[in-house]
């Protein structure tokens, strides 16, 4: 039984730095460009968009297309981008052990 008590330790503690992790991540800001910068896309580290910067040459009628193009183009970056921090703190959070696929923590 010391052995389980051990494990049910580790896993409270665990669980706390999960829960640090998770608010870190809310106040990540990662940044997501496209069109050598003229759309910017900010997500947090939950994956929400929190803003969207565009240059005014691109607002107008006939570039309609290419905005939309670059938003998603800058929003895919910013997600890649928090993605790769998600990962890079999970992998300190867990000492390098790695979390099967589709396997949700959060």
Do not use: W, Y
């Not at 706390?16 to 990540?28: C, T």
């Not at 928090?82 to 099967?100: Q, Y």
């Amino acid at each position: 039984m010391k052995n389980f008590a051990q494990m049910m330790k580790q896993a409270q503690e665990l669980q706390g730095r999960m829960q640090d992790m998770q608010a870190e991540m809310e106040a990540l800001a990662c940044e997501g460009r496209a069109g050598a910068g003229m759309v910017t896309v900010t997500l947090n580290g939950k994956g929400e968009m929190k803003g969207v910067t565009i240059d005014p040459s691109m607002l107008k009628p006939e570039e309609a297309e290419i905005l939309e193009d670059l938003i998603v183009a800058a929003h895919a970056d910013a997600k890649l981008k928090v993605e790769e921090a998600m990962k890079e703190k999970m992998s300190v959070l867990t000492g390098g052990l790695p979390i099967p696929p589709g396997f949700k923590l959060f």
